[in-house]
């Protein structure tokens, strides 16, 4: 009876983490959360990485003229490390690697009030966002 009891959403969350970091190979993932610029910044950023591959990616952002072109790619030398941790065997020169996915989405927002005409307040919404990049191996993704 005691087999066919139901687990909490949050250790199956946990199971499932745990199994994904035990698996050796595949795509690796690195995340930015809480970054303080607006998606829409970041998003026009993010675009022009996606699907190039990782030294063509790191190139275009080293030259883009935007401020979170920084971040970014710290992130993305972040997934290369934690590529590279979970395929030891393997050397990333060797196995192509591309950003597989690579997208944005919003995240908190601070809400101020500035002062404006005739004692009202417009409000400010400064966002946030979170960023997720997938790299992955050409060699693995075809087999």
């Known amino acids: 009876m005691e087999a066919t009891r139901k687990l909490k959403k949050s250790v199956i969350i946990k199971q499932r983490k745990e199994q994904e970091k035990a698996q050796v190979g595949g795509a690796s993932t690195a995340k930015l959360i809480n970054c303080p610029t607006s998606p829409r910044k970041m998003r026009l950023v993010v675009d022009l ?30 997934a290369i490390k934690n590529w590279e941790t979970k395929n030891e065997d393997k050397s990333v ?51």
């Open 49 to 78: 990485i996606r699907g190039e591959k990782v030294e063509h990616a790191l190139y275009i952002l080293k030259h883009t003229n935007k401020e979170v072109a920084i971040r970014v790619e710290k992130l993305l030398l972040s």
């Open 93 to 143: 020169e060797e196995s192509e690697l591309f950003v597989k996915e690579a997208f944005v989405g919003g995240g908190r927002q601070l809400k101020r009030l500035r002062p404006a005409p005739q004692g009202r307040g417009y409000r400010i919404r400064k966002r946030s966002n979170h960023v997720t990049l997938v790299v992955d191996s050409k060699n693995v993704a075809q087999n």
